[in-house]
């Protein structure tokens, strides 16, 4: 073989390998970029919203930017006492604490005769129940009120817990966990003379945690979160809940969005607290029960 | 079936005898069925039937039906196709994105897993306010394609419709959409993956052949809690369409604020349910025809 042959072989085969590596590494370069670039369109608002809150009144209406160039961590303090922010935190706490409690008792009782007691109905009854699971709320808004109303529970902390008491979903969400627990479990405890109270208060929900932990995450945020109903149900100013403290202090100050922006962040925290206290169980209670594959 | 399987039987009939049989499975659903039957079944059954009624007349008509359509037509179709096309954007975003995060390990997917979580925190309300400022002709997202050279500020992205409500969506649909998805991802076994990659199979064949199909029942619950989720927001809509037209959730506080009509109001509650149940009847389908409760008991 000449040398001409050699070198030519040479580059072909160096040529075939860098083809190789492009065509490998080129996709991978796209698929990631393209998930940085979906990662900053996530980020970009929440940044802007951090960014807006640290800004400088007189610099509200300039040209926006992403990052923090200012720290007026001022407009804080300013956001806090524009409002009764400490009496919105009181009452969205009661709220979200007392919701989270009701669902956790009350769905898991639902739960444990959906999923372990036969009786008449017994499939026509949870069919109904998931079909609720689906109704939009504004479907039920008015007669809701209304019936809030005619119990005069209006401005009352009854009318912010009672309607979110129990939630379809949370019984979903139990009892395909439920099932998934095997039912030899219950039978010894019942042959050692357990009731089935005792069986579901000392095997089920211990064995439950995960799911327990998801229900309680899952209404903690929507209940903090939520933002129509409190404000249907309450006129009195100290009855509301933080984010119609924030809607509130939107009115007030014609919209400043400085401080608006400090109180939004203020308001996130909370939620962003229970979720990571909470996110290993919750992922781990979601893929157990019926919403996996 | 195994003990140890989670599909072993797992209803244990409740032993007793004459009435007391029926007293515990009652005890434990009395509150939350009471519950559930004042404040949510008697409050949808009552939205249904008031929509029938029309103020200051007895009779039962179709006339608020006649009306919602004659006024609302048009805003009831563009929330269906808005619903439809960010429900759309937002199951295949997440998807890809849950795949990507099932199978890829180190730093980026980390920064990823980490990062496209922030949306569920953030209420819609919230969300309403940050899009109200961020989609603006001359906000932050205008500015940032600007100085990119891919738009002229002088003639900046009108994002205050259809386009901007279905950003808003995704954006923060995608997030919880991805949570569930990714769950169900999670439960399938790693060796179905590796075998159709030992054969060959690429990351897009792996996603369409191994991972969709076996998490289908994820994918159906997150779309429709999803779709079920976007037909009923208000506060987004409201603060982010400018005109016409809108959302049917938008209308119906419209009708309830400015002119006191329950009945429309309520006729447009019932068609917004009548379209969302579809996909409520598709997913009890589905339910029942995994058999939940024969399956379980083997």
Redesign the interface.
């Known amino acids: 073989m000449s040398q001409h042959d050699s070198v030519s072989q040479l580059s072909a085969a160096i040529v075939w390998q860098l083809e190789r590596k492009v065509s490998r590494w080129l996709p991978k370069t796209f698929f990631h970029t393209l998930l940085l670039a979906g990662g900053f369109v996530v980020v970009l608002p929440f940044m802007w919203m951090i960014t807006t809150s640290l800004k400088p009144l007189k610099l509200t209406y300039s040209p926006p930017y992403l990052f923090p160039t200012h720290f007026e961590w001022h407009n804080y303090v300013i956001a806090w006492k524009a409002a009764p922010f400490l009496r919105f935190y009181l009452n969205t706490t009661i709220m979200a604490v007392s919701i989270v409690t009701g669902q956790l008792i009350l769905c898991s009782m639902a739960a444990y005769a959906f999923a372990r007691l036969k009786f008449p109905g017994r499939d026509l009854l949870f069919l109904v129940f998931l079909g609720t699971m689906m109704v939009p709320f504004h479907v039920t808004l008015i007669p809701s009120y209304l019936i809030v109303k005619w119990l005069g529970w209006i401005d009352t902390y009854q009318a912010l817990i009672m309607p979110r008491l129990v939630s379809a979903f949370g019984i979903f969400l139990l009892r395909q966990y439920f099932l998934t627990i095997p039912t030899e479990l219950d039978e010894a405890a019942l042959l050692d003379g357990c009731s089935r109270l005792g069986v579901l208060w000392r095997i089920i929900l211990p064995l439950s945690q995960p799911a327990l932990s998801a229900l309680a995450i899952f209404s903690f945020l929507f209940a903090w979160n939520d933002f129509l109903w409190p404000l249907i149900v309450t006129n009195d100013p100290l009855m509301r809940t933080i984010q119609l403290g924030l809607a509130m202090f939107q009115g007030k100050y014609g919209t400043r969005w400085t401080y608006l922006m400090a109180g939004t962040v203020t308001a996130t925290i909370p939620a962003i607290i229970v979720f990571l206290i909470g996110q290993k169980r919750f992922i781990e209670g979601i893929a157990l029960t019926g919403l996996k594959g | 079936m195994s ?13 007793g005898r004459g009435s007391r ?2 007293l ?3 005890l ?2 009395l ?3 009471g ?2 039957l ?7 059954v ?2 249904i039937y ?1 929509s029938f009624l029309v103020k200051g007349e007895g009779a039962v008509t179709l006339a608020n039906y006649a009306k919602a359509r004659q006024l609302y037509l048009r805003d009831i179709l563009f929330s269906l196709e808005v619903s439809l096309l960010s429900t759309t954007i937002a199951a295949v ?1 997440s998807i890809a ?1 849950a795949a ?1 995060l099932r199978m890829a390990t180190g730093r ?1 997917a980390k ?2 897993g980490a ?13 309403a ?3 109200n ?2 989609l603006a002709p ?4 205008n ?2 394609l600007a100085q990119l050279h891919l738009i002229d500020l002088k003639a900046p992205l009108q994002l205050f419709n259809w386009k901007g409500l279905t950003f808003s969506f995704v ?1 923060k649909q995608a ?1 919880f959409m991805t ?2 998805v ?7 076994d790693d060796s179905y993956i590796e075998a159709a990659r030992s054969l060959g199979a690429r990351l897009p064949r792996v996603i369409v052949s191994i991972l969709i199909p ?5 994918i159906s ?2 779309v ?1 809690l999803a779709f ?1 989720s976007i ?2 927001t ?2 987004l809509p409201y603060m982010i369409i400018a005109g016409e037209p809108t959302t049917v ?1 938008v209308d ?1 506080a419209h009708r ?1 604020t400015y002119f006191g009509d ?1 009945g429309v ?2 006729a447009l ?2 068609i ?2 009548l379209m ?2 579809f ?2 009847i598709y ?2 389908r589905y ?2 025809r995994k058999s ?2 024969e399956v ?1 008991e083997g």
């Open positions: 003990s140890g399987s989670p599909v072993a039987k797992t209803t244990i009939e409740h032993r049989e029926w515990f499975p009652l434990l659903l509150p939350a069925v519950l559930m004042a404040l949510y079944a008697y409050p949808f009552s939205s008031r975003l994105l990507y980026i920064m990823v990062v496209y979580r922030l949306p569920i925190f953030i209420p819609f309300v919230v969300v306010q940050m899009m400022t961020f001359h906000g932050l997202l500015v940032f954006w997030a949570l569930i990714l769950s169900g991802f999670k439960m399938i076996m998490s289908l029942a994820s619950v997150a429709i079920t037909m009923g208000f506060t959730t119906i309830v329950y109001a309520n509650g019932t917004t349910y969302v149940s996909a409520a997913y009890l339910t029942v939940i409760y379980q």
